[in-house]
């Protein structure tokens, strides 16, 4: 189990594995949605040294802006 | 002549020396993205990549800056590659106004070699990576996505094709981004209403005609085919998708049908834009994949996309001025002389026209601004004169410079509908507009003193010819 670099939630799961074996593993995380792989640098795998400016609250995400806005259905 | 496929295109390139094989392995992060973005710093004249070893992959090949400089676009209509841009815009121009050539139906397609419903799983079927280092995933950021209008299906032109960044968000789901003022939010928007699912068909790897023509801003009813057919100079082949009636390219690698979930948004992005910037954290809409048919073998198409200028640029400039040009001319047919919309999709334009009488070249402006591409983008809109070439911005700037006061030619129109990606609009999707109108003032508007403009050395042109010929030998 890894975690999500961007949210630090624990409930990633793994989706893809390379077709060579043992190149690298890709990592879903389905509360932010965040996707990366295994060999990417450390500033994109590790929580810690993900840029700030673009790390995720899961809190926030209920409350982000619908585009588009899902319409009234009609009667 | 039309490219019968990609292949075909990527062939073109090779042969005209447009195209750069990279046979040393690459990591698809950072290496696909860097690699990208590197090329579009080296110039506008700059070939095709095509990555053909890459890291964890058995034979994946995937292409970049297919269409990313102007040799490669010239390529794209058939041109000689070393055709001057403006010359680019006025042949563009006049195949625009061939439209519409009906379309060349066939009943097979490459792309149904191989058929995957059962267990798809996008992850292993695409080699897909980070393009930016910011982005919130993998995305899918040059294929067409086909939709048609829900309430008037039967309508061939009001189907639409059109590019759309997709983010994978799982093994058979991707995220959409439908703009509002982009034709597949209206489809979106009627089968939402009705609580229906919007099917799609999505195709990857097509021939630079199609693809340029799906980013150009059409009018909501013209086809994107039969305008495809109008750019290459013959019927545009297309097939129908199997799961529902929608038409794609005939010659697309990979073909992705699935629909757009009624009523559901999903946090998605961010995004390294063509703007510059990032854009994401917001919800939309998911798509189900339900059918994936490809190629054996595929070749995987993607497009570098940041901090103007990259392919975007090549691929939505002359193609987003020519709609424009053409609009503009229906009003005003005898004054419109050229337009130059390549700057950020359009947020900044260029006009270049005869001024009838006083306030003339304003009334251009605001024109411009009301035409279907105007709603979501010009921003700013400059006019000039017709002796100033618009596509010659030393030229622009001297107009600016010299033909402008502000106190008279600065128009800021309030709280206008721009697209949602301006980083600039607030709340976002709502932007002030300015016209900057840099043409000389026209009677009965007399200020300044513009009797006396600087005209050439009466010997002039047959020196430029006999220097020309000079410096050529």
């Known amino acids: 189990m890894k975690t999500c670099p961007r949210c630090e939630s624990k409930k990633t799961e793994t989706v893809s594995q390379s077709p060579v074996k043992g190149a690298w593993e890709v990592y879903l995380c389905p509360v932010c949605m965040f996707t990366w792989r295994s060999s990417e640098p450390e500033s994109i795998t590790n929580p810690e040294k993900y840029n700030k400016a673009f790390k995720v609250d899961p809190q926030d995400i209920p409350h982000a802006a619908k585009v588009p806005p899902v319409p009234e259905k009609r009667a | ?473």
């Open chain 2, 1 to 473: 002549m039309a490219y019968r496929d990609f292949r075909d295109f990527l062939k073109t390139l090779e042969n005209e020396g447009q195209l750069l094989n990279i046979n040393e392995e690459v990591m698809p992060e950072p290496d696909l993205g860097s690699a990208a973005r590197a090329i579009s710093n080296l110039g506008d004249k700059t070939p095709a990549l095509l990555f053909n070893r890459i890291n964890g992959y058995h034979n994946a090949r995937i292409a970049m800056n297919v269409i990313g400089s102007w040799p490669n676009h010239a390529l794209m209509m058939g041109l000689p590659k070393n055709t001057p841009l403006k010359e680019q815009f006025f042949e563009f121009a006049k195949r625009y106004g061939q439209f519409p050539v009906p379309v060349q139906r066939e009943e097979t397609a490459p792309f149904q070699e191989v058929e995957i419903t059962d267990d798809i799983n996008l992850f292993d079927i695409l080699p897909l990576f980070r393009l930016n280092q910011s982005d919130g995933g993998f995305y899918i950021d040059k294929a067409v996505v086909v939709s048609c209008d829900v309430e008037d299906p039967d309508h061939f032109g009001k189907q639409n094709v059109g590019i759309y960044r997709l983010q994978v968000k799982g093994k058979d789901r991707l995220g959409i981004q439908p703009v509002p003022q982009h034709d597949i939010a209206i489809h979106l928007r009627q089968a939402e209403e009705r609580g229906e699912n919007l099917k799609v068909a999505i195709a990857l790897g097509n021939e630079p005609v199609i693809t340029t023509v799906a980013a150009t801003p059409l009018l909501y009813d013209q086809s994107e085919y039969e305008m495809a057919g109008a750019i290459q100079g013959e019927p545009y082949k297309i097939v129908k998708a199997k799961d529902t009636d929608l038409d794609l390219p005939w010659g697309a690698e990979v073909v992705l049908e699935g629909e757009i979930i009624a009523g559901e948004r999903e946090f998605e992005g961010p995004f390294g834009e063509f703007t510059g910037h990032y854009s994401g954290g917001r919800s939309m809409p998911i798509i189900k994949i339900n059918r994936v048919c490809h190629r054996k073998n595929p070749i995987f198409e993607y497009l570098y996309l940041g901090m103007p200028w990259t392919e975007i640029d090549y691929m939505m400039g002359l193609n987003t001025c020519v709609p424009l040009y053409q609009q503009l001319k229906e009003a005003f047919p005898n004054e419109i002389v050229a337009v130059n919309a390549m700057y950020t999709h359009g947020l900044l334009a260029i006009i270049s026209t005869k001024s009838r009488y006083g306030g003339f070249a304003k009334a251009v402006g605001m024109r411009a601004l009301t035409t279907p591409h105007g709603l979501g983008y010009c921003k700013m809109v400059i006019v000039v004169d017709e002796d100033v070439d618009p596509f010659n911005l030393p030229q622009v700037m001297w107009a600016l410079s010299t033909k402008m006061h502000a106190k008279h030619d600065a128009v800021i129109i309030p709280d206008l509908s721009v697209l949602p990606l301006d980083p600039g609009s607030e709340p976002a999707g709502i932007t002030h507009k300015m016209i900057l109108d840099a043409t000389t003032p026209t009677a009965p508007e007399t200020r300044g003193h513009y009797s006396q403009p600087l005209d050439s050395p009466l010997e002039t042109e047959k020196w430029e010819k006999i220097l020309k010929v000079m410096l050529n030998k």
